[in-house]
Structure formats: C-alpha cells, structure tokens
C-alpha cells in the first residue's frame, strides 16, 4: 500500500519535530514525517471540507454573518436581561447541520455563550449522554443546550432556536 499523500504543512511540522527529537538520524520516509507531526497539522481542513461548509453557509444567508439590525451597537433596552456567556452552555459539532443552525441564530441574536465541542471521541460527549439518560433519551443528539440561569435543558435544534 502507497501512504497517503504528504501535505507541505505536514512534512514541515514533522521536520521540526525530528529535529526537535534529535534522535532521529539518516532518511526519514514520507509516513514517518506524518507519524511525527502534531495531530492539529494532520487534521486541518482539506478543499472539500473548506467548500462544503462555505456552501453550507452560503444556502444560509444571512443567518450567522450579521446581528439583528435592532440588537445592533447595543441599542438602548436590547441588552436589558440577556444571560451571561457562562449562563449558557451549547453542546456541538462543527460538522452538524443542527449545530450550525444554533450558532447562526446566536450569532443572529447576538448571545454570548460557551461552545463546548463534542466531536466523535470527545471528553465532552459523555456529559451529553448523561444529561440524555436523565432526561429518558436511549442515545444523546446535538445540539444540546444548558441554560443555568433558567434551569433549560434542551436537546432539539428546533426547540433550541
């Protein structure tokens, strides 16, 4: 088997991480050079992951690129009563439609809140099956909000929005 392509970025952060080891002597082979570069270097966004989301973002519009015109500059009153951001706790992923309805309407409503990411191996995930088995749910779904300042759990993008 052939191992799969060596991005620039890729080679270039396993060099400095085979001279930053300084036990590494003669040829490194293209696998190692991946073997030894930091897992934020391997898992950066390709083309299709960057297009996909601008397309994704784009059938959108104008939702996430703007606030709301009457929320905007803080206008007198708007402001009056809204949740801090540690009030508010948003449990998602980057690659989930629903998630990226919630964040659109956030940023739409102008919410401050803490985004917690929980993608697939996450540490984060399990505090969401918690809160399903609680709530009588047979598997978690995202997003998931917590709201501390009005005691809301909410599961459903719909419901959140």
Known sequence: TFPPPLRVETAGAGIVAAVADGTIRGI???RQLI???PLAVKLRL???DTLTSGLASISRLPYGTAVASELAD???GCLAGRPEASAITLYEFEGCPYCRRVREVATYLDLSYTAVPCGRGSRHRSHVQDAASAAGRDRPSFPYLEDDAAGVKLF???DIV
Do not use: C, K, R
Request: glycine content about 14%.
């Open 35 to 37: 073997d030894l570069a």
């Open 74 to 76: 803080g206008q007198a």
């Open 46 to 48: 390709g083309a299709v």
């Open 28 to 30: 490194v082979s293209s």
């Open 156 to 158: 459903e993008s719909e």
